[in-house]
T-cell receptor, first 114, second 113 residues
Framework: EAGVAQSPRYKIIEKRQSVAFWCNPI?????LYWYQQILGQGPKLLIQ????????DSQLPKDRFSAERLKGVDSTLKIQPAKLEDSAVYLC????????????FGPGTRLTVL | GENVEQHPSTLSVQEGDSAVIKCTYS??????FPWYKQELGKRPQLIID?????GEKKDQRIAVTLNKTAKHFSLHITETQPEDSAVYFC????????????FGQGTELSVKP
């Protein structure tokens, strides 16, 4: 089966600019996660979707980050405006259902904010 | 709050030796403990996992042990090979929190030929 797809793989922007990332989960996976991985650290959950509804967004900096999964399949994560500390790899993961723990990760988008 | 501590942060072993990485978790309701391997510039890959109703699980050269009383779990790699060199992350999850993973800080394992 195809894995989790993400694009772009790399993005360089200047601070205060906007950026968007795209994720397509494994076919049939109802649950989608966005994680932020800062260099040298473990991934940190930003937001979790079950189909097109938000399950957990407690760690999402809502003043600048937004995410949607309108049709319950692919998802976009947006940062507007970006700050230097947003430089990180943004990982998308999916699992077959809420509470089904095994998660499969995409290749990530490496964001550099100058 | 939810927290996972991982030690050591770096580990260097000779090829053929064993490697052990330990993690502790804060929430006794955690019921799922995966281990991920992440090579430089690549995605985290699940290598083994264990659930709270099991004390030990093995898969060829890797094994995970869980001590629920002490709230810690460990990854054991035997007969290490250079291709085992990577960053390893432990994580904890619990069903009533929607399955989100709380990750440890990572261990950079280096296997010297």
């Amino acid at each position: 089966e195809a894995g989790v797809a993400q694009s772009p793989r790399y993005k360089i922007i200047e601070k205060r600019q906007s950026v968007a990332f795209w994720c397509n989960p494994i076919s049939g996976h109802a649950t989608l996660y966005w994680y932020q991985q800062i260099l040298g650290q473990g991934p940190k959950l930003l937001i979790q979707f079950q189909n097109n509804g938000v399950v957990d967004d407690s760690q999402l900096p809502k003043d600048r980050f937004s995410a949607e999964r309108l049709k319950g399949v692919d998802s976009t994560l947006k940062i507007q405006p970006a700050k230097l500390e947003d430089s990180a790899v943004y990982l998308c993961a999916s699992s077959s259902a809420v509470g089904v723990n095994e998660q499969f990760f995409g290749p990530g988008t490496r964001l550099t904010v100058l | 709050g939810e927290n996972v501590e991982q030690h050591p942060s770096t580990l260097s072993v000779q090829e053929g030796d064993s490697a052990v990485i330990k993690c502790t978790y804060s929430d006794s309701a955690s019921n799922y403990f995966p281990w991920y391997k992440q090579e430089l510039g690549k995605r985290p890959q699940l290598i083994i996992d264990i659930r709270s109703n099991v004390g030990e699980k093995k898969d060829q050269r890797i094994a995970v042990t869980l001590n629920k009383t002490a709230k810690h779990f460990s990854l054991h790699i035997t007969e290490t090979q250079p291709e085992d060199s990577a960053v390893y992350f432990c994580a904890a999850s619990w069903r009533n929190q929607g399955g989100k993973l709380i990750f440890g800080q990572g261990t950079e394992l280096s296997v010297k030929p």
